[in-house]
Structure formats: C-alpha cells, structure tokens
C-alpha cells in the first residue's frame, strides 16, 4: 500500500488555502487573509517585456542563479537602499522568497539540525524546516513580540544551526529595532551559526520607524543570508521572483540546490524584475504612505476592542496580531468571523504561538475598503465576546 | 565558524555548469552538452501573452497546484495524446519537471528511505535523492541500457519507496518497450511502492518507436507518478513549466510541499503554457521529424568509431550515450575535446556509470551544424584512440 511519507505528515496543513476554502463558501467575504499587495507591478515592466519573446536567448535555460543583467540590477538595490556592496557571486535569485529560505536551508542544516525561529514565525518556515528533516526550535517573543535574548541564547545547542528573523514581521508587523537584529547577529557569530534575515517587508516600515538589514553590520558577510521579494513592494506576487544574499562559504552548495530544484528562474520574470528593480523603491512609497492611513483607520479601530483586544504596536509589514482575550480556539473564531459576519482572518495557531490570536492583513485593502472589513471585524469580536462562539 | 551542510557536501556537483565554464574558456566550441531545445515556442503563445498584463488577477497569487485553465489544458492533453482521464486535483504544476521529481520525492520518501534509480541515471534524480536525505540505491541496466528486471527485483528491500523510471531515457536516448514499463510498474504494485515516471521525452521518438505512459496500464492509478515537461516538446526550457500527475493519496502532501517551496507556479508561464497545450503536440513534430534525419547523420558518422566506440541503438529524446574502450577518465576526455578539437559532449561518471562514457545531445543543433559537431568529435575521438588523451 502506497501512501504520503512521514515527512510530509509531520509538515502542518497550509492555513491559506483552508481559510480560502472557507470564504469560497461564504460569498461576499472581505479577506484580511492572504498577505497581497492590492496594486499591480510598474508600468516599466510591461514595456519592458514587450520585445522579450524576440531577445536571442529568450527561451533556453539562464545561469542556475540568476541572469547577469538582473543580478547587476540587485547589487545596485543592494548597494542604494542596503549600503551594502555585494558580489555578484554571493546573489541567488529564486522562484519566489520562500524557494530562497528552502534553499538556504538546505544548503545549512542536515538531518537533525536544529534552527531557531521566534515565535509567532511566518508557518512555511516551520513547514520548510519539517520538510528538510530539521527541527524548529521555537523561542517566545515578549509580550510585544519583540526578541528576547535571554531565551534566544538559551536555546542554542551543539545542533543548533541557524536563528532565523522576520523583520517587518509576519505575522505580527513588528520591526524589530537595529540593536536586537545586531544583538542577534552577534550571537549567532559568537556560537557559529547562520542568521537567515527575512527582509520581505523592508520597505513597510510607518511613524519613522526603518528597517534595517543584518547585512549592514560590521562581520556580517561570513555568517548572514539575507532573503527578499519583489512580491510585496513591486505587487510582483504571480511573478515569483525573490533573492537572497548568501556568504561566499555557501555558493557550491546552493548552486546544487538551485540546479535540482529549478534549474534556473523563470527568464521572463527575471526581466520584469530587472525592470522592476530599475524604477526602484519609490514606486512603492506612495502605497506604503497609503497603508500608513490604513494602517492608523485600523489601529483606531481596533482600539474599540481594548477591553479584550490587545494590539502591540505594528510599525511595519500590512500585518497585526490581535491578542484576543477569548476562551476559544482561534480556527473556531475564524469560522464563525467568516460564517456570520463576511469577514475573514487568519488563526494564530498556524504561527506557533497558544492561545486566541488573530492575524490581520491589511495589505489587499485601500482605504475605501477597510472600514467595511474591519467593521465586521470589530463587530463580530464584540458579538463573539458577549454571546459566545 | 559556518560552512555548508554535510547534506550538500554529499551531493555531486551539477557537471552542467562545470561543462559550461570550460567552454566559455575555449571560444568557437560547439556545444553538445546540455539538453536543449533548438526551436523556440510557438507563436500562438505571444499572442496569448498579448493582453495577460491587464488580466484581472494577473499579479497575484494563484492556486499551489496551477490555475484551473491551465490544469484543464493538461487534462485535455492527458486524454487525447495519453489516452488517460485524469481528476484535476491529481494534476500538479510545477516550475519544471526538475522540481516535480523533488516534490514527488518529498511526498513518497522520508529520511533514509531508498529509491531506485536505473543507471545510467539523470544527475538531478541522484542530488535530489540524496539531498532529500534519502539513499540512492543504482541497479545497472544491460548492455543496451535496458532495465534487468531480476537486478531490479533484487534491489527491493523493505526502506524501498520508488523505482524511477525515465524513458525515453535521458542520458542513453533508449526507450523502454511497454513490457519492461509494465514490468516495472507491477512490480511496483505488488511491492507497495510508487513508481516514479520522468517522461519528459514523451514525443521525441524514432524510426516507429512509440512513447506509452505507465498512467495508461490497468491499476496504475493509485501508484504511479508520472511527470512531464514543456521544456523540450515546446522550446520552453527558459519559462520553466512542468506538471506531474500524482495518486489522491498524495494531494495533501504535494499542496504542503508547493506551498512551502514556490506558493504558486509563475502565472505568467502558466498562462504561456496553455496557449502552448492548446496547440498541442503537432507543433513539434516537424521538429521532431527533424532530429530524426540529424539522429541518423549522427549515428553513420559513429560508426566510423566502431572500433572502439558502442553505441546502444537510442530510439528516442536527443542523446546518446557512447561507450568507449579508452582507458581514460571521461572528464579528461572531455577536456581534451573541448580544449584541442572545440567540441563539448558531458561525461558519464555524472550519470552514475564507470567507465569512459561520454553523452551526446543533438538536441541543440539543427542538421546544417550537425556535421560540424559530430566530425570535430570524431575527430577528436579517432586522435585520443590513437596519440592518447
């Protein structure tokens, strides 16, 4: 009898799709679920790819990392908006962010391996974890899921390989300050481990708060990975295309992995992301300025709900975790939000953490459609608090 | 101090690229080395990207196992060129067959569990396998690359997961008659193992040679894996589409594995795809019809080598795999062609054979170039026989 490894049993059940599900049976839904960007790629990239069909080379493979042209693009990126100079050799363009952390990993950890992630972790980091026969090791933000050290450094072991960080986070839209990131990156220095940086959301920061990349610190080079995405900032998201920066001791190993895998990136999405990356970031900054009014309609909101809502303070990413002072799961929360009141959320659960937590992704709304959503988001909270599940 | 993993030190270095940077190194080499393509997609495919920009959803994501049309385009497929009735949800897109073959891989096998390859092999089937933490185990073929079912039988022991089976084969050239297929997949059945079926080369055939899937043989269904690419069939080896058709039993597991690695195939290529399956297999043919003619060119000017050089008859793709009674390591060989007679074939030890084999791909030239590859190799060969390498 054939059947699914034991693997892939212990990986958990992707929560997008179930919640997906779920408001496809409830029409009229507004979705604070998936974390989209609500506006298209720059206009450059169309123009842009209107003569690729014809290009020599246009249809046969690329190098496995990624085409010369837009890795030049990157180091530009990397150079204008991380200050950071990067050799070409160390830059691995991916199918999409989350292909870059399986393959980083991959190229880190073995069989057994431990890494740490800090919980609430964005679920296809412990999904790719599980996958690669790795242990998640997961450590407990504080009450304002902000790292903390102490339980950081504990957790460490002669398995441990890599601590893992998601700043602007997901699920929590925290940003964690310049100091924690350095304190961390030390650490994994001082005990030889790997800091994999999930910057995805670098460009989401609100209220003068900045991100910072680990690549910036003085030592970085030999021991960070640096992972980003054009999903987010260039509403890139059907293009799958991501990177990371990895150190030089790691190139073979994830050339082996990229030539297994994919063989080389989509080549059309590799040229919309050169031309992407070409406008740069300012294309983004007027939707990040929307996102910060937004974002302020919906903390006001929710500060409606103080009473058995807390809301620690999200300065980046399109996300907030509510922690709801309610005596239900919080899949069950999410059924009734979705069945009774047309709006739909993601359950805390699926980010490592116990207890009533919500995620919120405010990403896929402009402004006209947020008071409807959180509306009913708010209302049904108020509902569920008083008449129960 | 950080380094690699010990996962990725086990696996073998992709020879593709070590291939490619001797070549850069020598300028004017003909190139019969990686398996690609000479022809691009066709026309009907730009036609259909023409208006994919201003699409309702075109920048977002789309399902983990590939949009609907394209799934009903390959469903359509299944049925007119495979004569098989296959349920959506047992299609799977992937960004190419490479990653097919990984996740199907992920989805049947956990750490230390074997799966049989028939050597020689396709290298990325051996570094996934290996990456994957699970153990190759390499039964020969005989002498004309053909599968021996007793050293098959053999093989099995109670950590088998899968046979993989690739034909037509990919390095030999060599197709499979369906007895051996069937053979194969009863043995599969009757052992409780899946059978892996790489048939990237389904329509690249010769002289009334026929493809058949494995997904066309009575109770197959529940334990067959079949995979698939438009690499090769539609010139489409840079928008790297590929789809596998799985067993329910693994629908769950392969949704887990898509989510985490690639969240979605690039919609973009997906769109190009099904203007390219609605075409349909009639557009290689000629292409195909084609290579038979640079096939047999091929094959006269090897047998000026037959003193020392056996060709086993390859009935199908674009390869063949010479065995040459030379006393040389197969890379050294493949230096001295590159450096002193400007041609590249790739050498056999990468196919997981000893002995001096080296493979021909003729799937890059077109018959006016044909000549000069082959002669220069010839050549090459006829002078090492003789003066040493």
Chains 1, 2 share one sequence.
Not at 6 to 27: C, E, S, Y
Not at 165 to 176: A, E, F, M, W
Not at 360 to 372: E, F, M, N, P, Q
Request: glycine share 6%.
């Amino acid at each position: 009898m054939t059947s699914a490894s034991a693997r892939m049993h212990a990986v958990q059940t992707p929560v997008i799709p179930t919640v997906a599900a779920l408001i496809a049976k409830t029409p009229g839904t507004i979705s604070l679920g998936q974390g989209i960007a609500h506006y298209p790629p720059p206009p450059q990239v169309n123009d842009a790819l209107s003569n690729f069909w014809q290009q020599p080379n246009a249809h046969v493979y690329q190098p496995v990392t990624g085409t010369p042209a837009l890795k030049a693009a990157i180091q530009q990126k990397l150079a204008s908006d991380n200050g950071v100079d990067i050799d070409a050799a160390r830059i691995i363009v991916t199918a999409g962010a989350n292909m870059a952390f399986n393959n980083a990993l991959l190229a880190v950890a073995s069989q057994g391996d431990e890494i740490i992630l800090l919980s609430p972790y964005y679920f296809n980091h412990d999904m790719a974890i599980t996958m690669a026969d790795c242990v998640p090791v997961v450590v407990a933000t504080d009450d304002n899921y902000q790292p903390d050290m102490t339980a950081l450094t504990r957790a460490i072991t002669p398995r441990t390989k890599a601590i893992v960080t998601v700043s602007p986070n997901n699920p929590t839209g925290v940003v964690y300050a310049a100091e924690s990131l350095k304190a961390i990156n030390d650490l994994c220095a001082e005990h030889g481990l790997f800091h994999i940086s999930d910057e995805t959301y670098e460009y989401f920061t609100y209220d003068g708060v900045t991100h910072i990349s680990p690549l910036e610190f003085a030592g970085a080079d030999a021991h960070t990975i640096s992972i980003y995405s054009l999903s987010k900032a260039y509403g890139f998201a059907s293009w799958r295309i991501g990177y990371m920066v990895i150190p030089e001791t790691l190139e073979l190993a994830v050339e082996k992995i990229q030539d297994t895998i994919l063989i080389c990136p989509p080549v059309v999405s590799q040229v919309a992301a050169t031309a992407a990356l070409e406008v740069g970031k300012s294309y983004c900054e007027p939707y990040v300025a929307s996102y910060a009014e937004v974002r302020k309609m919906v903390l006001a909101q929710l500060a409606q709900l103080a009473d058995f809502v807390r809301v620690p303070q999200p300065d980046g990413a399109f996300y907030c975790l509510l922690n709801c002072n309610l005596p239900y799961e919080p899949m069950q929360v999410v059924q009734k939000l979705i069945r009774d009141f047309g709006v739909a959320v993601i359950p805390g659960d699926t980010f490592g953490i116990e207890g009533c937590y919500l995620r919120i992704s405010y990403g896929a709304l402009a402004k006209d459609s947020v008071d409807a959503g959180i509306g009913r988001l708010c209302e049904g909270l108020q509902a569920i608090a008083v008449d129960g599940c």
